[in-house]
């Protein structure tokens, strides 16, 4: 089955600056590449996702690449802000299944 | 997206007992899953709740530890048996709806004593 992996488990980064998040997957017939963002005591909210027909997304301060050749996928956020410190979780899946998650990367951002 | 309604909302269990989780939706969705969540790790799926015949689980979850209801496309529960204190977690009821997204609902924080 799927297995996704994700890189760095925690990362700080100072405000403004920017913050990378990669993840790989196994599955080359996985086709959906969503993210999350959980903050503390609250449920996972979905902030992108990107399928395999697109190579780059982007929504305001945040974007996502896919790399299918290589099978990674990374989240891109510009001009960091406090209240982007979270946990951030990527996913993958393929048509009909569910999402199988990476273990989560915490994100603080220091004012 | 969907509107996921779950409980109860936490609870603290004796160890030997069980609970069940409900989960209604605010409309009929096709996929339900049931995630699991242990303290400060990532999402892991139980089993995927299929309207009108039995869940499917995924490795290393069993139906008489985890018995799932799938009575109508809104509504599901989750029980958890014969509690452990590694049963201590968030368990999560997610649906897939609107453009093929996965929401989550608020989830249900056990504490087995």
């Known amino acids: 089955g799927e297995n996704v992996e994700q890189h760095p488990s925690t990362l700080s980064v100072q405000e403004g600056d920017s913050a990378v998040i990669k993840c790989t997957y196994s599955?080359?017939?996985?086709?959906?590449f969503p993210w999350y963002k959980q903050e503390l005591g609250k449920r996972p909210q979905l902030i992108i996702d990107i399928r395999s027909n697109v190579g780059e997304k982007k929504d305001q301060r945040i974007a996502v690449t896919l790399n299918k050749t290589a099978k990674h996928f990374s989240l891109h956020i510009t001009e960091t802000q406090p209240e982007d410190s979270a946990v951030y979780f990527c996913a993958a899946s393929k048509r009909n299944t569910p999402l199988v998650f990476g273990k989560g990367t915490r994100l603080s951002v220091i004012a | 997206s969907a509107v996921i309604s779950q409980k109860p909302s936490r609870d603290i269990c004796q160890r030997g007992t069980s609970l069940t989780i409900q989960c209604q939706v605010d409309s009929q969705v096709t996929m339900m899953f049931w995630y699991r969540q242990q303290p400060g790790q990532s999402l892991t799926l139980i089993a995927t709740?299929?309207?009108?015949?039995?869940?499917?689980?995924e490795s290393g979850f069993v139906i008489d530890k985890f018995p799932i209801s799938r009575p109508n496309l809104t509504f599901s529960t989750l029980t958890v048996s014969n509690m452990s204190p590694e049963d201590s977690s968030i368990y999560l009821c997610?649906?897939?709806?609107?453009?093929?997204?996965?929401?989550f609902g608020a989830g249900s924080r056990l504490t087995v004593l």
């Open positions: 599955d080359s017939a996985s086709n959906y």
């Open positions: 709740a299929n309207q009108g015949s039995e869940a499917t689980y």
């Open positions: 997610s649906v897939i709806s609107g453009a093929n997204v996965l929401t």
